[in-house]
């Protein structure tokens, strides 16, 4: 079973427009780490956010901000006011501890923000 | 805090060549690494994990005589693609984690073209 499941596989927005990637986990443990990766054309992963299972708590960042929520197993990811750097694929992972911090990676949502 | 370098960043090599990337961290002594392999417009598939001194545990479907993996200090990993082939033609990144371990800190990635 897929342990992180991100359903967009591609989503366009207008330069400006906010936009929400979707994030759903699966997991059995108490003790997990989800986390958000921007992947430019580059290739370089770019590290965006860190939440452990115990820190329900939003968080914004700039133009970011980042829902969790246990109830749905959600952790999702808005960036407002969309950029045309914002374009990129987007990575959501999970690490349990009792799998040795081995990360399960989402398929990846790729946002392409249109000037 | 908390770089990990690839080396090289792209490398071409023709069929039958075999072909070594390096992992280093930095700035902090990687308990464990990652290996990874990323197709294009895929996810990031996980090939092998290594913890210093001891033999990689490779994921199915990895052969691990074909991709020979070396992490012979706590800051140095290097994957060797044996004989590659058009097919091995991949991004590859590494990850290290610390002794907490909860977090991979990625490499920006190595791109190799197999002709």
């Known amino acids: 079973a897929q342990k992180v499941t991100q359903a967009q596989t591609e989503i366009s927005v207008v330069e400006k427009e906010d936009v929400t990637l979707d994030c759903v986990y699966e997991?059995?443990?108490?003790?997990?780490?989800l986390f958000w990766y921007k992947q430019p054309p580059s290739g370089e992963l770019v590290f965006l956010i860190r939440r452990n299972s115990f820190d329900e708590q939003n968080e914004i960042s700039g133009r970011y901000s980042w829902n969790f929520q246990k109830s749905t197993s959600s952790f999702n990811f808005t960036i407002t006011a969309s950029q045309v750097v914002d374009s990129a694929v987007y990575f959501c992972?999970?690490?349990?501890?009792?799998?040795?911090?081995?990360?399960?990676f989402g398929t990846g949502t790729s946002l392409t923000v249109i000037p | 805090g908390a770089v990990v370098s690839q080396h090289p960043s792209r490398v071409i090599c023709k069929s039958g060549t075999s072909v070594k990337i390096e992992c280093r961290s930095l700035d902090f002594q990687a308990t464990t690494m990652f290996w990874y392999r990323q197709f294009p417009k895929q996810s990031l598939m996980l090939m092998a994990t290594s913890n210093e001194g001891s033999k990689a545990t490779y994921e199915q479907g990895v052969e691990k005589d074909k991709f020979l993996i070396n992490h012979a200090s706590l800051t140095l990993s290097t994957l060797t693609v044996t004989s590659a082939h058009p097919e091995d033609s991949s991004f590859y990144i590494c990850s290290a984690s610390d002794s907490l371990g909860y977090e991979q800190y990625f490499g920006p990635g190595t791109r190799l073209t197999v002709t």
């Open positions: 992972a999970l690490s349990e501890a009792n799998t040795g911090n081995q990360f399960y």
């Open positions: 997991t059995r443990d108490t003790t997990y780490y």
